[in-house]
Antibody, heavy 121, light 106 residues
């Protein structure tokens, strides 16, 4: 059974940093692209960042480019999102999502339950 | 950047009726289009990918069509469990989601 478990969310002040993690199990992690998607309270889905199976291709939404860094550790079956210079508008539930293939341009067939990030003073 | 626009924002439908949801891309995404369903308090679930291929375990009452810039998700006979928010997503470039269509009980 595929499982994606996010962690690392919490309350953080504007301008500070936070690192999210996603622990994956139930599939061969290094065969698949992975993504982060966020959802602000009461709002729609926003793609944040994606990474191909071998980290050879990485992309970011314009709203986070230069502030967020995605990475993965295939030996640990884990995905990460380093979030720096956080803003109030980054407040959202952050989902980890698995791609259907190893390439970054693929739909997302499994999602975690999300970790909540709140940016507030 | 490709912008995805969904319409209508809200669709009121009676159980057993047909629902038709639309999604438009600001430029061609070929058939690289997916649909997701999200219920309150839950993560999204993949319904359709490749514009028309149902994901594993998705009932046949869900169907997708279109290519290029115009896409449609049809739910042929709405069941109680289908009332939810639906999102389209293009993955022809780095992904982008539409704003969603809420399907509510009429």
């Amino acid at each position: 059974e595929v499982q994606l478990v996010e962690s690392g969310g919490g309350l953080v002040q504007p301008g500070r940093s936070l690192r999210l993690s996603c622990a994956a199990s139930g599939f061969t992690f290094d065969d698949y692209a992975m993504h982060w998607v966020r959802q602000a309270p009461g709002k729609g889905l926003e793609w944040v960042s994606g990474i191909s199976w071998n980290s050879g291709s990485i992309g970011y939404a314009d709203s986070v480019k230069g502030r967020f860094t995605i990475s993965r550790d295939n030996a640990k079956n884990s995905l990460y999102l380093q979030m720096n210079s956080l803003r109030a508008e980054d407040t959202a539930l952050y989902y980890c999502a698995k791609g259907r293939s190893g390439q970054q341009l693929t739909p997302f067939d499994y999602w975690g339950q999300g970790t909540l990030v709140t940016v507030s003073s | 950047e490709i912008v995805m626009t969904q319409s209508p924002a809200t669709l009121s439908v009676s159980p057993g009726e047909r629902a038709t949801l639309s999604c438009r891309a600001s430029q061609s995404v070929s058939s690289n289009l997916a649909w997701y369903q999200q219920k309150p308090g839950q993560a999204p679930r993949l319904l359709i990918y490749g514009a028309s291929t149902r994901a594993t375990g998705i009932p046949a009452r869900f169907s997708g069509s279109g290519s290029g810039t115009e896409f449609t998700l049809t739910i042929s006979s709405l069941q109680s469990e289908d009332f939810a928010v639906y999102y389209c997503q293009q993955y022809n470039n780095w992904p982008a989601f539409g704003g969603g269509t809420k399907v509510e009980i009429k």
